[in-house]
């Protein structure tokens, strides 16, 4: 049988792992220079701790684990044989893969509450796993780059998200993303002041695709979720929102009069554009954007979306928001969060697509020892062993194989400088130094070897 990995996994070349080094340690670098401090959690989790926090989809997508040892012994024969495996599940399976970073983290925070300084400003680089169906940008195991603050209402966290977003893709190259922004009350108003608030989460899921399926058929859908022509009609400022930004938060406020709610989010928003306008971005751009819901059902204030440079075909490549209440589905009321997510393996097909990778330097020997026999082997060892000590990568070639297959390997491995040891180097104890770029060749001491490799 031919070896293989399972659909929706990855292997990763040198070449990749150097690449997606790279943009998540410009991520990381980012994240410490606005002061968030790094934390890691389990790759799994107690199934109590993830089930019924991402609704009836999310929980699908939740890789189980088998309990060890003869996970049927505690089945009930009952479910078994009527093959009620979702039933069954919770007797045979007490452990899940974690399937995102947010709720690992909200169980962090109650669980360490006594140890944390508030606000807590936390960021996580880490895989997570779901049972999704592999496409384009969408994975079975793929890495989270998340930041968030807990412990603080304060919208200058928000805009400072905003901030950081654009520092990062600035210093990826990555020009003219699309940061977008809404807020819940805004979207809560509008459900409002058209009499839908029950019907909320149907309004904001036919919203969101209005980009995708256009007007009349986001229409067609609200009338069919039972969303009144008349409630429809109030809302069709919203359909063709083109202005500023300052104009569509005009708009509205005006179409929001009547809501407490729908207008403090405008508010809210406001705050956070103008004060971003006032600071300035460095490449991105800020656009108010009213059909954004995300996951609704997790978010109290503002919504964050960033979608990738005009004509590059992709989702998504970070989004995020506020939530008012993370850690309450762990029994602490009150803590207040911001947080926002970057998307590194779309990040990486958007960069590669704009040839966007800066040559990267795969870790490999600034010099190699040839190989000429057991007792230069180990005359080569003992100054390999010195400069090692002074931090200079070194590899002597393991085997005594001819001369050309090792020059080949330091030539395919683009390694700067080669040693040769005879017998005759061996009984001056003297090393030949060869520059494979120049090609010059040098007889030298242990020490003057190691100013010139330095």
């Known amino acids: 049988m031919k070896p293989s990995i399972p659909k929706g996994t990855r292997d990763f070349s040198p070449i990749e792992v150097a690449n997606r080094t790279y943009i998540m340690n410009t991520i990381k670098t980012a994240f410490e220079t606005f002061g968030f401090q790094p934390i890691e959690t389990p790759s799994f989790?107690?199934?109590?701790?993830?089930?019924?926090?991402?609704?009836?989809?999310?929980?699908?997508?939740?890789?189980?684990?088998?309990?060890?040892?003869?996970?049927?012994?505690?089945?009930?024969?009952?479910?078994?044989?009527e093959k009620e495996s979702t039933k069954v599940t919770a007797q045979i399976s007490e452990?899940?893969?974690?399937?995102?970073?947010?709720?690992?983290?909200?169980?962090?925070?109650?669980?360490?509450?006594?140890?944390?300084?508030?606000?807590?400003?936390?960021?996580?680089?880490?895989?997570?796993?779901?049972?999704?169906?592999?496409q384009k940008g969408r994975f079975r195991e793929f890495f989270q780059c998340d930041a968030d603050v807990v412990g603080s209402k304060s919208l200058w966290q928000e805009v400072e998200f905003i901030k950081l977003y654009d520092t990062v893709f600035s210093k990826l190259g990555l020009e003219k993303t699309t940061i977008k922004i809404n807020n819940r009350k805004i979207l809560s108003g509008i459900a409002e002041v058209i009499g839908a608030q029950d019907k909320l989460i149907d309004f904001t899921v036919a919203l969101d695709k209005l980009d995708k399926i256009g007007q009349e058929k986001v229409e067609t859908e609200m009338l069919a979720k039972g969303i009144t022509q008349e409630a429809i009609q109030k809302v069709q400022p919203l359909f063709s929102f083109d202005g500023t930004n300052e104009e569509n938060l005009d708009a509205l406020a005006a179409m929001l009069q009547s809501s407490e709610e729908g207008l403090k989010g405008v508010e809210e928003l406001r705050f956070v554009i103008n004060s971003v306008s006032e600071l300035g971005l460095t490449s991105a751009n800020l656009e108010v954007d009213v059909t954004l819901a995300r996951g609704l059902n997790y978010y109290t204030g503002a919504i964050f979306e960033v979608s990738a440079p005009e004509g590059v075909k992709m989702g998504s490549i970070g989004g995020g928001?506020?939530?008012?209440?993370?850690?309450?589905?762990?029994?602490?009321?009150?803590?207040?969060?911001?947080?926002?997510?970057?998307?590194?393996?779309?990040?990486?097909?958007?960069?590669?697509?704009?040839?966007?990778?800066?040559?990267?330097?795969?870790?490999?020997?600034?010099?190699?020892?040839?190989?000429?026999?057991?007792?230069?082997?180990?005359?080569s060892m003992k100054a390999i062993a010195e400069l090692r000590k002074q931090n200079i990568k070194s590899e002597l070639y393991p085997d005594a194989a001819k001369m050309k297959k090792q020059m080949n390997y330091a030539n395919k491995r683009e390694i700067e400088f080669v040693v040769l040891v005879g017998s005759q180097e061996v009984e001056k104890q003297e090393y030949t130094l060869k520059n494979m770029v120049s090609g010059e060749q040098t007889k030298c001491s242990l020490s003057e070897l190691i100013e010139k490799i330095k």
């Open 45 to 81: 989790e107690n199934s109590s701790t993830l089930m019924g926090k991402y609704g009836e989809e999310g929980d699908r997508l939740i890789f189980k684990i088998l309990n060890s040892g003869d996970f049927l012994k505690k089945a009930d024969e009952k479910l078994l044989s």
């Open 95 to 134: 452990k899940a893969l974690r399937y995102d970073l947010t709720v690992p983290f909200a169980r962090y925070v109650v669980q360490h509450q006594n140890e944390i300084t508030f606000p807590f400003k936390r960021y996580q680089v880490q895989p997570v796993w779901r049972a999704d169906r592999p």
């Open 321 to 379: 928001g506020r939530y008012d209440d993370l850690t309450g589905i762990f029994g602490l009321k009150d803590v207040s969060g911001v947080g926002i997510s970057f998307g590194l393996d779309r990040i990486y097909l958007v960069l590669e697509e704009l040839g966007l990778f800066k040559s990267v330097d795969l870790p490999k020997p600034k010099v190699l020892f040839i190989n000429f026999g057991d007792a230069e082997a180990l005359y």
